[in-house]
């Protein structure tokens, strides 16, 4: 008698804990999603901030004029780029994100994500780093080698990439956290 309750507490705790098992890797898929659409707004966000941006300085008169735009450096193109094709991927990925709420031990769509993930990551690093050193330029200069700071005459210019650059980072690390919960969702799975 003794050894049947033991047994049929056993198969209980055996089933409670998958059953929590199950909850936390559905939390870490809500948490996935929520990250993604993070993500998108903010990649979306920098590419639509840096396409935007220019501005216009007359020199002695109207009719000569200097103008700084977001295509002139081939670097910020590819920030926007980069940008782009990042929320891009994160806005396709959502029907995924949410096929893992609704199904828990999905492996192989994740791991699908979590590869494409890697990559979005290694686009928008190279894409955010480029275009913080030109920024980074923009305001300081480099003596040496003679360029001059333009973000005391291009001050709105400058203001926009600076600000661009923000949801880019951003979701560097949105994406570095969401290899992070694909890892544990991986790990945990039952």
Same mark, same amino acid.
């Given at each position: 008698?003794? %050894? /049947?309750?033991?047994?049929? #507490?056993?198969?209980?705790?055996?089933?409670?804990?998958?059953?929590?098992? /199950?909850?936390?890797?559905?939390? !870490?898929?809500?948490?996935?999603?929520?990250?993604?659409?993070?993500?998108?707004? /903010? $990649? =979306?966000?920098?590419?639509?901030?840096?396409?935007? $941006?220019?501005?216009? =300085?007359?020199?002695?008169?109207?009719?000569? @004029?200097?103008?700084?735009? *977001?295509?002139?450096?081939?670097?910020?193109?590819?920030?926007? !780029?980069?940008?782009?094709? !990042?929320?891009? *991927?994160?806005?396709?990925?959502?029907?995924?994100?949410?096929?893992?709420?609704?199904?828990?031990?999905? @492996?192989? $769509?994740?791991?699908?994500?979590? +590869? +494409?993930?890697?990559?979005?990551?290694?686009?928008?690093?190279?894409?955010?780093? %480029?275009?913080?050193?030109?920024?980074?330029?923009?305001?300081?200069?480099?003596?040496?080698?003679?360029?001059?700071?333009?973000? @005391? @005459?291009?001050?709105?210019?400058?203001?926009?990439?600076? /600000?661009?650059?923000?949801?880019?980072?951003?979701?560097?690390?949105?994406?570095?956290?969401?290899?992070?919960?694909?890892?544990?969702?991986?790990? #945990? #799975?039952?």
């Amino acid at each position: 008698m003794k %050894a /049947g309750a033991v047994e049929l #507490r056993e198969v209980g705790k055996g089933k409670s804990s998958s059953t929590s098992r /199950g909850g936390a890797n559905k939390g !870490v898929s809500i948490l996935d999603f929520i990250f993604r659409i993070l993500a998108f707004i /903010g $990649t =979306l966000g920098s590419a639509i901030a840096m396409v935007t $941006t220019n501005e216009t =300085l007359p020199f002695f008169t109207r009719f000569l @004029q200097f103008r700084a735009e *977001y295509d002139d450096l081939p670097t910020f193109t590819f920030f926007v !780029v980069t940008n782009a094709i !990042v929320s891009a *991927y994160m806005l396709l990925s959502l029907p995924f994100s949410i096929f893992h709420i609704i199904r828990n031990n999905a @492996q192989r $769509t994740r791991i699908i994500l979590m +590869f +494409f993930d890697m990559v979005s990551l290694g686009l928008l690093t190279a894409g955010a780093s %480029a275009a913080a050193a030109i920024v980074y330029l923009a305001h300081k200069g480099n003596t040496r080698v003679n360029w001059l700071a333009i973000c @005391q @005459q291009f001050n709105s210019f400058c203001e926009r990439t600076s /600000g661009s650059l923000i949801g880019s980072f951003a979701g560097i690390v949105l994406l570095a956290l969401l290899l992070m919960l694909s890892g544990f969702a991986l790990a #945990r #799975r039952p």
